[in-house]
């Protein structure tokens, strides 16, 4: 069987867990070399044996991506070890969520720093390669908050608003280039996301949430960036909506 990415490498952050662990098995089950960057390395050596205990290959790189230096270490070493990088999945972030008023400073510094710094500098590093061999195609992960505005969730909105304007205009920066850019937004998912937020208001309503309608796998959304990345050269999927069948905003 002819898999649509045979020969092709895709660099997957936030790869120890949820939508980025999903995703890695997906592409690499269409035949990516896929290397999978986080934090934690245990995790990361877990998902390696099982992608390849199914026959794929899988390069663990542990990355704090909000470290640039780190954040252009994991392109280069993927670039230099594996010969190319085809796809970037700029995938880690975080969901902080709670109030403006009396909000956690250091809970929106995080969210920045990884939603918006760490996608930045990925993607800074993995341009040069992408324009040297000719193309490349860039997925980043945004969410129904890049959308809409809700009370409780406004710096989380900022972030990933961020993200949706960043990609856009990427997108019209490097079509010349052959570069494909596509924002992935994802509604409810279940993750463990909802673990790290520390408001417990803003996780009493999350949790409560999640309880109210049958969410989306990170399975399903894997299956999103997987479609988004197997088309044609000249076709660009730009932006990609998912939300729960029940999920209302």
Do not use: C
């Not at 089950?29 to 205990?53: N, P, T």
């Not at 008023?101 to 990925?122: E, K």
């Amino acid at each position: 069987m002819v898999r649509k990415l045979n020969d092709k490498v895709a660099i997957i952050t936030g790869a120890s867990a949820g939508i980025g662990e999903a995703t890695a098995i997906a592409l690499a089950a269409e035949g990516a070399k896929v290397v999978i960057a986080a934090r934690r390395s245990d995790r990361l050596e877990a998902l390696a044996k099982l992608i390849e205990s199914s026959g794929g290959q899988a390069l663990p790189i542990v990355t704090d991506i909000t470290d640039e230096t780190q954040a252009n270490n994991l392109i280069h070493k993927a670039n230099a070890e594996l010969g190319r990088v085809d796809i970037l999945v700029n995938n880690a972030g975080v969901a902080l969520t709670g109030n403006i008023d009396g909000g956690n400073t250091s809970d929106w510094r995080r969210m920045f720093d990884v939603n918006i710094f760490g996608l930045l500098y990925a993607t800074h590093a993995v341009l040069p390669i992408f324009k040297a061999q000719g193309g490349g195609h860039i997925v980043n992960i945004s969410s129904v908050a890049g959308r809409l505005a809700r009370a409780g969730v406004g710096i989380y909105n900022a972030t990933k608003w961020g993200v949706n304007a960043i990609s856009e205009s990427l997108r019209q920066e490097v079509l010349k280039d052959n570069i494909r850019v596509t924002i992935i937004e994802p509604g409810l998912v279940n993750t463990e996301i909802n673990n790290y937020i520390t408001d417990p208001i803003s996780k009493q309503i999350s949790e409560e949430r999640r309880k109210s309608i049958k969410a989306l796998e990170s399975e399903d959304i894997a299956r999103a960036i997987a479609y988004a990345v197997t088309q044609p050269p000249h076709v660009n999927v730009n932006e990609i909506l998912i939300r729960p069948t029940q999920q209302e905003r």
